[in-house]
């Protein structure tokens, strides 16, 4: 039925496919470390810029406690204004 010439040939068609098969999840692996190094990357500049952001804050309020606390009350009162205009039921006409 099969002679050894196309047994042959099967044979090194399934080599072919399970090198391109192992080339391809090489290929994938380096894609996804190099998307976990990005990932690392990016996720640090945001902690350092977080951390920039809160120490800038702190040092705002230290400096400047009144204001600090008026802008704090402010945005409070208009939070809490927002809040109160959007929970308000509507009128149904």
């Known amino acids: 039925m099969f002679d050894?010439?196309?047994?042959?040939?099967?044979?090194?068609?399934?080599e072919q496919l399970v090198?391109?098969?192992d080339q391809a999840v090489k290929s994938t692996q380096r894609v996804a470390i190099d998307a976990l190094d990005t990932?690392?990357?990016?996720?640090?500049?945001?902690?350092r810029q977080a951390?920039?952001?809160s120490d800038s804050t702190v040092d705002y309020i230290r400096d400047e406690p009144i204001k600090s606390v008026l802008f704090a009350a402010a945005?409070?009162?208009?939070?809490?204004?927002?809040i109160s205009l959007?929970?308000?039921?509507?009128e149904r006409r």
Do not use: C, F
Not at 4 to 14: C, P, Q, V
Not at 39 to 47: A, E, F, H, I, N
Not at 75 to 82: F, I
């Open 75 to 82: 945005a409070g009162a208009a939070l809490t204004g927002l």
């Open 19 to 21: 090198q391109s098969a």
């Open 86 to 90: 959007l929970s308000r039921p509507r």
């Open 4 to 14: 050894k010439k196309s047994i042959d040939h099967a044979g090194a068609l399934a």
């Open 51 to 53: 951390q920039h952001a």
């Open 39 to 47: 990932v690392r990357d990016t996720s640090r500049q945001l902690r």
